[in-house]
């Protein structure tokens, strides 16, 4: 019998890669270090309640109906959400984000005025445009090249907007701050900020201000689980609570792997669905790689992280919906704490999502499920989470109160993540939720390839590497890693 693939890691990125090479016939391995599979994709439940842990926003319907051959449905309910989100702002008024986007316009002509509702209309034909031009060359294929770059039509590299930061494009469409605000959100769905992401990055408010907002029936970690039956379905064997110690390396070729309990497992090729700085910096042995790529991979800006409070609340709020936002009075000074002071924002957005608007057994009757998200700084030494996180999750509370919401009093049951745990729960180097920070016009050209340059028969699968961050890329990921993969196994097998 030939040697099995081994993926390490059985996160979104893993599971999708192992049902792509099931689906082409390959025996696979996966091995996960954690008692349950997702990665960072999980869920917790206690006193009743359920929360999912990590994702909460499922866009771009389509690659999920790409693995899953057309029989998604089989496998998984996604159900629309409208509103897409509720946005509150300091001064009590709110937005309701619509799917349509004739009736989002009008509820933007109410909100600030017919000439904003025009420019948004112009801002989604414009992040629609970047999407139609990039999405060949940055999402949906093999990582980018510069020569494949190149060959874009010179008509169209304008309209990518690469010299101009998200927020600067924003304002030549809107005059309102707090529709400025709005639109630059969704530079934090790549863990990066407004006023630094290149204008390319607009193309996020395409994917889903145009493509809408699917939530999971079952919560976020059905997908999860969705992906292990498809892939067990397919003869992918799944192991957890196996730690991999060790990608190990001969002649400058992967041979298998070592697990902490010294046992080996001898691989044909090995899928990493670990953040690629980790791998080389923990997993690859020393003398396989060199140390001017783990210092490269290692010292490069990190996207942000995220601090989570999971709370069990007594009451319902009708006035919520599925997937709110509580906006900062200042976003630039919110995100220059994030990026340039390193410290957790003072006055932070707050995002609360409650799968319970959706799943009623996601939490006691006449109560909610709060997943309470904050963006955080990357973990490093200007902030200390082991003395300040209980102070944090207080100054957070504090902000929802003052906003209206004060549930302090109301809390039955309660975890708190922080990036340390993020970390350790996952393995995302300083706790940096999407790797590298996009904050770069150069980013998607420097993202780590899914195929190791270095060691032969190493591919790279996961939110650090192309094409990025968030669900479905991650989804997209595994593909691209398992094509790599399979295109290059008959000259392994013949070596």
Not at 208 to 213: A, D, I, K, N, T
Request: with cysteine.
């Amino acid at each position: 019998m030939s040697l099995p693939i081994v993926v390490v890691g059985a996160g979104i990125g893993g599971l999708s890669a192992a049902i792509w090479l099931a689906s082409a016939g390959q025996r696979v391995i996966v091995l996960e270090a954690n008692a349950t599979i997702g990665g960072k994709m999980s869920e917790i439940r206690a006193d009743g309640f359920r929360w999912d842990t990590g994702p909460s926003v499922i866009t771009m319907r389509h690659v999920f109906e790409e693995l899953f051959a057309g029989r998604l449905d089989e496998y998984l309910t996604l159900l629309p959400v409208d509103p897409l989100t509720r946005y509150f702002y300091p001064d009590g008024t709110r937005l309701d984000a619509l799917a349509n986007r004739e009736a989002m316009a009008e509820n933007i002509r109410q909100f600030a005025d017919a000439d904003d509702a025009a420019g948004y209309l112009a801002y989604l034909d414009y992040a629609r445009r970047i999407h139609d031009i990039t999405g060949g060359v940055f999402i949906y294929n093999d990582p980018p090249t510069l020569w494949r770059v190149a060959r874009t039509p010179l008509r169209d590299i304008p309209a990518v907007d690469p010299l101009r930061t998200m927020d600067s494009a924003i304002r030549s469409f809107v005059k309102s701050p707090k529709l400025r605000q709005f639109l630059g959100r969704f530079a934090t769905y790549v863990g990066a900020s407004p006023y630094l992401a290149p204008a390319t990055l607009n193309v996020i408010a395409d994917v889903e201000l145009s493509g809408g907002v699917w939530v999971p029936q079952g919560g976020i970690y059905a997908i999860a689980l969705a992906f292990q039956r498809r892939a067990e379905e397919l003869g992918v064997e799944i192991r957890t609570g196996c730690r991999v110690q060790q990608i190990n390396v001969s002649d400058r070729n992967v041979t298998g792997v070592t697990l902490t309990d010294g046992s080996q497992i001898e691989a044909s090729a090995v899928i990493a669905n670990v953040d690629v700085a980790t791998v080389y910096e923990k997993l690859l042995p020393r003398e396989s790689v060199s140390a001017r790529r783990v210092k490269q991979l290692t010292s490069v800006e990190p996207s942000c992280s995220g601090f989570i409070l999971l709370l069990g609340i007594e009451g319902t709020h009708p006035e919520l919906t599925h997937h709110n936002i509580f906006f900062s009075q200042d976003y630039q000074r919110e995100f220059d704490d994030i990026f340039v002071r390193g410290i957790p924002p003072d006055d932070p957005t707050i995002y609360i999502a409650i799968t319970s608007k959706t799943d009623k057994d996601h939490a006691p009757e006449g109560c909610e499920n709060w997943f309470v998200l904050v963006n955080a700084p990357a973990l490093d030494d200007r902030f200390d989470w082991s003395q300040n996180a209980a102070a944090y999750r207080d100054r957070v509370l504090d902000r929802l109160a003052a906003q209206g919401y004060d549930v302090r009093g109301k809390i039955r049951a309660e975890h708190m993540i922080t990036p340390v745990d993020l970390e350790r729960l996952t393995g995302a180097r300083r706790g940096a939720l999407y790797g590298a920070s996009s904050n770069d016009r150069l980013n998607a050209l420097r993202r780590p390839h899914n195929r190791a340059r270095d060691v032969g028969g190493l591919y790279f699968a996961g939110g650090t590497t192309h094409p990025g961050g968030g669900v479905p890329m991650v989804t997209l990921s595994g593909k691209v890693a398992a094509k790599l993969l399979l295109a290059d196994l008959p000259d392994r097998l013949q070596g």
